[in-house]
């Protein structure tokens, strides 16, 4: 399942005796954690063991299964962890898959895992009796349900131009999702609205900077001179000196460019060049208001200012200036 489904799952199921929380979503993969311990586990210090998992190789890997096995002193469940913990298909085989099938009644094992290990790794996920939490990142609209119903269970509505804005400004971050949504529940509790409004969001969340970067691209694919040169004023106002919004915008349409000429779907150009599947769909997106020689002319313009400033040609006032001017006048 999702994560974002976790918690009904758990609500409406009690608990499972093993539990996968993985992906490479950390806030994901600690909020499970979480609220697995908060609602199984009542003596941290007499019922909670944690191992790691680089340590639990072969026949090491019974200490796991002891301890899961040891009765609780003071709460519901012996909770035993392990991180990182990427068995090979013999090692379950051997020494997991009797107890995962038939667990102790009042044990729970939660596996935490990043990835999926190595080739020759057990796929647990696919275990008969682990219950799979899927951590990974999410899309853009698994994220907007996110904050959607994470406001709903708090008393506040938002709406999905909200949540799409909160996801937007914070760059499908959900560490910083996660702050900025309990910043905005507490500012409606504290103002007694019952709504999350567009004001609101503006007033309580400045924009990632790299939000504010494709701002700064959006003003150009509309030859908004007047609004590029606020958004750049803003934010070197907020930190960035000119050669360091030279180097983000140079590396920004460096991106567009690549996302552009890369071929194969969304999830194909992303596993070419790195980069999450949403930052490329955003990044073609964004591509498609420019044409090839337009990305790879505004690429190789702000690039080479930022050579000549490294080289001490020019200052980097000047060279910010000059590439302004070239980005919205060179054809006049």
């Given at each position: 399942?999702?994560?974002?489904?976790?918690?009904?799952?758990?609500?409406?199921?009690?608990?499972?005796?093993?539990?996968?929380?993985?992906?490479?979503?950390?806030?994901?993969?600690?909020?499970?954690?979480?609220?697995?311990?908060?609602?199984?586990?009542?003596?941290?210090?007499?019922?909670?063991?944690?191992?790691?998992?680089?340590?639990?190789?072969?026949?090491?890997?019974?200490?796991?299964?002891?301890?899961l096995?040891?009765?609780?002193?003071?709460?519901?469940?012996?909770?035993?962890?392990?991180t990182?913990?990427?068995?090979?298909?013999?090692?379950?085989?051997?020494?997991?898959?009797?107890?995962?099938?038939?667990?102790?009644?009042?044990?729970?094992?939660?596996i935490?895992?990043?990835?999926?290990?190595?080739?020759?790794?057990?796929?647990?996920?696919?275990?008969?009796?682990?219950?799979?939490?899927?951590?990974?990142?999410?899309?853009?609209?698994?994220?907007?349900?996110?904050?959607?119903?994470?406001c709903?269970?708090?008393?506040?509505?938002?709406?999905?131009?909200?949540?799409?804005?909160?996801?937007?400004?914070?760059?499908?971050?959900?560490?910083?999702i996660?702050?900025?949504?309990?910043?905005?529940?507490?500012?409606?509790?504290?103002?007694?609205?019952?709504?999350?409004?567009d004001?609101?969001?503006?007033?309580?969340?400045?924009?990632?900077?790299?939000?504010?970067?494709?701002e700064?691209?959006?003003?150009?694919?509309?030859?908004?001179?007047?609004?590029?040169?606020?958004?750049?004023?803003?934010?070197?106002?907020?930190?960035?000196?000119?050669?360091?919004?030279?180097?983000?915008?140079?590396?920004?349409?460096?991106?567009?460019?690549?996302?552009?000429?890369?071929?194969?779907?969304?999830?194909e150009?992303?596993a070419?060049?790195?980069?999450?599947?949403?930052?490329?769909?955003?990044?073609?997106?964004?591509?498609?208001?420019?044409?090839?020689k337009?990305?790879?002319?505004?690429?190789?313009?702000?690039?080479?200012?930022?050579?000549?400033?490294?080289?001490?040609?020019?200052?980097?006032?000047?060279?910010?200036?000059?590439?302004?001017?070239?980005?919205?006048?060179?054809?006049?």
């Amino acid at each position: 399942m999702k994560y974002i489904d976790f918690k009904k799952f758990t609500d409406e199921n009690g608990a499972k005796p093993v539990y996968l929380l993985e992906g490479e979503e950390g806030y994901f993969r600690e909020k499970g954690e979480e609220l697995l311990k908060t609602r199984f586990l009542e003596q941290p210090t007499l019922d909670y063991i944690s191992f790691d998992g680089s340590e639990l190789k072969g026949e090491k890997i019974k200490a796991l299964t002891d301890a899961l096995n040891c009765f609780p002193f003071a709460s519901q469940k012996r909770v035993v962890r392990a991180t990182e913990f990427y068995p090979t298909e013999k090692e379950y085989e051997s020494y997991l898959k009797k107890t995962v099938e038939n667990p102790p009644p009042s044990g729970m094992l939660i596996i935490v895992n990043q990835g999926k290990g190595k080739a020759g790794s057990a796929v647990l996920s696919k275990k008969t009796g682990i219950t799979f939490v899927d951590c990974g990142k999410s899309d853009e609209e698994t994220i907007r349900r996110w904050i959607y119903l994470t406001c709903k269970r708090a008393g506040v509505y938002a709406d999905g131009v909200v949540c799409a804005k909160i996801a937007a400004y914070c760059v499908c971050d959900m560490a910083r999702i996660a702050k900025e949504t309990e910043k905005l529940l507490i500012c409606c509790e504290g103002m007694g609205q019952t709504a999350l409004t567009d004001a609101l969001v503006d007033e309580m969340i400045y924009p990632d900077s790299e939000y504010k970067i494709y701002e700064l691209a959006n003003a150009l694919a509309r030859r908004n001179y007047t609004e590029f040169i606020r958004i750049s004023e803003e934010l070197q106002a907020k930190g960035f000196d000119p050669i360091a919004l030279l180097s983000a915008l140079a590396s920004y349409f460096k991106g567009l460019y690549e996302a552009s000429t890369t071929r194969g779907n969304d999830g194909e150009a992303a596993a070419l060049l790195g980069l999450k599947e949403y930052a490329v769909k955003k990044n073609r997106e964004q591509a498609s208001k420019f044409s090839k020689k337009e990305l790879f002319e505004h690429y190789q313009k702000i690039y080479q200012a930022v050579s000549r400033i490294k080289s001490g040609e020019i200052t980097p006032d000047s060279a910010l200036k000059k590439v302004i001017a070239g980005l919205f006048f060179q054809n006049k």
